[in-house]
């Protein structure tokens, strides 16, 4: 080897700075210049942001959750009174465990309410439904007992009504003493506040309750009879997910109501947009010659291009009036059907163009060789090529049905305006977004029960979309067929 | 081998697969149909709630205030009717029409600087509270033009009001069951061709009638969060692309700044809005709300940044940051990944080649991208970057969460004044139970419609550009 390199030697002479560049063989690869450094930070530095941004997420809505958690609706504390005259009488005796009694009474519609409270001798009973002569009633509510009734014994209707101490409460005193038999609706450890100090109920005799005046740092002051005692309630995370009453007036933060009525609406924006995705995706990429596709593609794509206030406006002025007179009254004025469908509408390109992609990555080597065998293009379709994409299709599915669970303006508008657990899509029913959305748009104060369970709906929202986008890319990449 | 078919057997078979065949052919050709024609009713529905015949009463009938016709008059006789019907209202009127100034600076500035237009010398200095009725009707001939007048009289003086309004297929072809209900109910009234988006819808302030109605306020709100949003946006989301494709190694912070920006795709736009809430309406009001640059001392200044005055709770009181920066920040992070992603497909399209090329002939990395890579790759990220745009344009969840104003009166000035955004008018109209602003919000939404459509086919030609230089 050496003898080589002596041989290949020019036997010129070498000049010095040769001789030197080759000892001194600058490293340009190591040695970037200053200010491209600087720009190559301040590039990573944007892609950091992103980062920033799903801390940011995640920490506020978090943070917010927690709060909501730990914070306290204050609620007046009510009791039910009876009416002074019987509204109705009982039909026929009645054991302590019947919960259907039969009434009679004048005119042709009962008279007590859902949640209303009822008393017949000693016991207070809520009505939890109605029939034409008939109530169904919880027994032994606000602490009285089941016991048996005789017929024609009285049934009187109630009233809640605010309790509000009996006397002035001065600066030293230690007992508060209430109307008549209002003493049953507190118990030790409650929290109750009397205009701006918060007290904890020691012990309650008859209708003297025993209070720690100041607590948790409220200052101390005199109330006089015509202020209302609030009751403090937290919500549990137990009551928050199993919950089926949104109610934050009396307390009620169940989450179902609207949870059912997001996975009602999407439910029916899938089973629309799935199979007319799906059959677009198949006729644009197997059946459509190339003239047809050039130009219902674009058309196609408008559709994904029109922001969703407009599909809000086209549900409410147009949709709804048709399944109004297809179905007859029965559809309501905001309900979930039509507020689906136009979902379904929306989901129509997601879905469509993702399984088009899908469909045209199969090779068309097995599309000619399943020819070969003598199959005709729809078999084809079927029993090929669509499995062959399943796990495009797949993908595309629920990362629709993620954004159908996202989706604000067309349930803000169509969906309706009061949470309601339904089953029922022909009825109004308030999903989460829309819920956050009327909430927010008014005026919302900061540190209120409101605003923080306004971003506990938003970190389940979250998750739920998290979840199913997690899921996507996982079965796009798990099921994918290597070619 | 087994059995044979029989020929007739064998070609009955097929053909009734073939039949099959065409059956579902039919079938998935009838749901991309479907599709489409969902798309036609939504143009159709939007275009028939948007013109229409209207019944119109006057409280006021015209004759009562002047013997010509109102049309003819000139800019000063018609501030002339005002004056003599209306006087008390000349000055709510003056605000409302040439404000420079919010609500409650109007009436402690000299007129001079409260005005946006024209005012005769000898009232410059004068506060609108000094001056008399006729002053400021000659302010308003001189500002404004006779159509806006003649507005403003039908809407103050005579009280037009609209008392019914039809859809164009009842006005075309229900028209005479139209003219008996109109002469049964509204017996004063006059019908007339309405189109809901004209010139005057475009370029009016919001206001509480649907007749009157326009939606400027809204449209140059949208513009402003438009032009706002891409300024931060754009060399963000430019950045974090160039720095993924080009300088990222495959470490495992670059992996996670990829699933990281996926994952940011696909969360809802009201999770953006509520971020936006708790961060930049809350947390950095003193930023948003423009008191670190003086916007509550009426004048740019410095000066509440640099003694940190602008951080104290009381000095920001009344402050608000539910501002035009705050929701271009919100819909920037909104649309970041959108772009970013589409940066990083346009830049992955251009070939390897040109960058081997570019090193070759001794370029550092930066030099390669600048010079060659970003050039080629630009109106693919321009493409992406409008689409994001016009995504941006048509948000409406993050924007009602952020506190965008349903009903403002004054135009937005700056980055820190309140705002309202096309959008978000369009779902406040719809959710009136007054059956007139189901008209106007159609109009609105024809307007947004067009913004729409000017955005995408400068981004279609934009891609018709690129793919032809590439082909080339």
Redesign the interface.
Known sequence: METRIDAAQPSMPVSESLIRAKEEVPNLKRKTRFGEEIIRYILLLCGVISIFTTIGIVVVLGRETSLFFQSRAWLLAKAPVAAEEASAQLDESISPDETVISLSFEGDRIPFNNRHFIQIGEETMQVTDRGRRTVTVLRGQDGSIASVHTPDEAVYGMTEVQIKPLEAIATDATTITLPESFGREFEAEDLIQVDLEVMRVIGVAGDTISVERGYEGTTIAEHDPSHTIELAKKVSIVEFVTGTEWQPQIGQFGIWPLLLSTLLTSLVGMLVAIPLGLGAAIYLSEYAPRRVRNILKPVLEILAGVPTVVFGFFALTFVTPSLQSFFGPDVQFYNMLSAGLVLGILLVPLISSISEDAINAVPRALREASYGLGATRQETTVKVVLPAAISGILAAIILATSRAVGETMIVAIAAGSGPKFTFNVFEGAETMTGHIVRISGGDLSYNSIDYNSVFAIGMMLFLLTLVLNLISTFVSSRLREKY | MGNFIEDGVYSSIVAS??R???I??M??????L???L??V??LY??VN?AVGLVAITYTVQPEEVSDRPLEELNAEELAAILLVNQPRQLLVTVRDELSAVATDQFTKIPLSLAINGQVPDTLAEKLITEIQPEDMAQILALNLSADRLLQIVDQRVLVETIAKSWTLMDSLFNRAAIETEAEDSYPLADLQWRSWVNSDFVSSPLSATAGFTGVLPALLGSVWLLTMTAMVAF???V??A???EE??SNSWL?K??EI?????A??????????G???FV?VLVPFTSGACMGSLEGYFTLQPLLSGQCFDGNYLQGATGRTIISGALTLA?LI??II?VNAQEALRAVPTPIREASYGLGA???QTISRQVLPAAVPGILTGTILAM?RA?????PL??I?AA?FITVNPNGPFSRFSAL?NV??FW??QPDDQF?NA??AA?LV??LV?LTM?SAAILLRNRASNRRMS
Request: aromatic share 8%.
């Open positions: 697969r073939h099959r065949g065409n579902m052919r079938l998935y050709l009838t749901s991309l479907f599709a489409i969902a798309l009713a939504l529905n939007i709630e060399p963000l989301g950045g974090a160039i720095y993924l300088y990222a670059n996670i700044i990281n920006i996926r994952n940011l696909g969360v809802p736009s009201i999770i953006y809005g509520m971020l809430l708790a961060i809350r992070l970041l990944p970013i550092t990395q930066w016009s344009v048509g948000e409406t969840a009602v969460v506190g349903t959008p369009i779902y719809t959710s189901r919000a159609a939404i947004l419609l729409l995408n």
